[in-house]
């Protein structure tokens, strides 16, 4: 069985104020949150195999600081993590050889995460579930087959939770 967390960026610049928002940062309260909530997952005993991210700069920065407290040595970026669409990481995830922690972190956006979570978990989007900033979501994927309605959703956390 793999572990799969879903968590979104930390708290990043105004929406609309960066000429192009592929390139909107984490704030400097963003990036303290989510040091810290990375340093409580590390607390609780997370270890990932993997941290896959999407490209743009606030998911980028948020992997960063994960792997920077610990949480993962390998980091890859992958471009469908900003387009939300979840078919690639479907068609990526069956190569995927994991480690000794069976555990894979992805770090993106809303609501694209959430949706990625509905859809594992029941097969559809209900919008029944929200990833606030720096939140994080974890999923048990079935060892075989398709994880689209055939996972179990069971950590969804807002990051006050985390925070210490």
């Given at each position: ?67 920077d407290v610990g949480l993962s040595s390998q ?70 087959g398709s994880p689209i309605g055939r996972s ?13």
């Open positions: 069985m793999i572990e799969l967390y879903l968590v979104r960026h930390g708290l990043a610049g105004e929406f609309g104020t960066y000429t192009n928002d592929d390139e909107r940062p984490l704030t400097e309260d963003g990036k303290k949150k989510t040091r810290s909530v990375a340093k409580r997952l590390i607390d609780l005993g997370l270890q990932f195999d993997l941290i896959l991210t999407s490209p743009l700069v606030r998911a980028r920065q948020t992997a960063d600081i994960l792997v980091l890859q970026e992958a471009s469908y993590l900003a387009s939300g669409i979840i078919t690639p990481w479907l068609d990526w995830l069956p190569d995927w050889t994991p480690g000794s922690q069976e555990c894979l972190a992805l770090v993106g956006h809303e609501p694209s995460l959430s949706t990625w979570a509905e859809l594992l978990a029941w097969g559809e989007v209900r919008g029944a579930v929200e990833l606030k900033k720096a939140g994080v979501i974890g999923l048990s994927l079935p060892e075989t179990t959703l069971f950590w969804l956390t807002p990051p006050r939770f985390l925070l210490s």
